[in-house]
């Protein structure tokens, strides 16, 4: 079973950029598609970014297109979260999610019959303006 934990977040000014990371235990990283989802106070949760499990493809919301970098290093069992050109509106618990199906990722948000396998614990990012 894999367990994730992200870092990376943290207060930044309208403009920067941060990378957040997902640190994954276990040996069976590259076995899991990976996803990153925030959630704002008072909203749901949102789905922002996906890549499958050799990291050749990729899916993105198109609120972060452009602007979020999702990568992964299967030697490290890290997923990353290259964010730039950030807003005061990117504030938010950033999120990452495993699931051996890239598909369940995507729809998690969408379709309430379907999670993701593995979240972790989330990172807060706040950009002030």
């Known amino acids: 079973q894999v367990q994730l934990a992200e870092s990376g977040g943290g207060l930044v000014q309208a403009g920067g950029s941060l990378r957040l990371s997902c640190a994954a235990s276990g040996r069976t990283f590259s076995n899991y598609a990976m996803g990153w989802f925030r959630q704002a106070p008072g909203k749901e949760r949102e789905f922002l970014a996906a890549?499958?499990?050799?990291?050749?493809?990729?899916l993105y919301a198109d609120s972060v297109k452009g602007r979020f970098t999702i990568s992964r290093d299967n030697a490290k069992n890290t997923a990353y979260l290259q964010m730039d050109s950030l807003k005061p509106a990117d504030t938010a618990v950033y999120y990452c999610?495993?699931?051996?199906?890239?598909?369940?990722?995507?729809?998690?948000?969408?379709?309430?019959?379907?999670?993701?396998?593995?979240w972790g614990k989330g990172t807060l990012v706040t950009v002030s303006s």
């Open positions: 999610a495993a699931d051996p199906k890239l598909h369940t990722l995507v729809v998690a948000t969408t379709d309430k019959d379907t999670d993701p396998e593995i």
């Open positions: 890549i499958i499990r050799g990291g050749g493809s990729q």
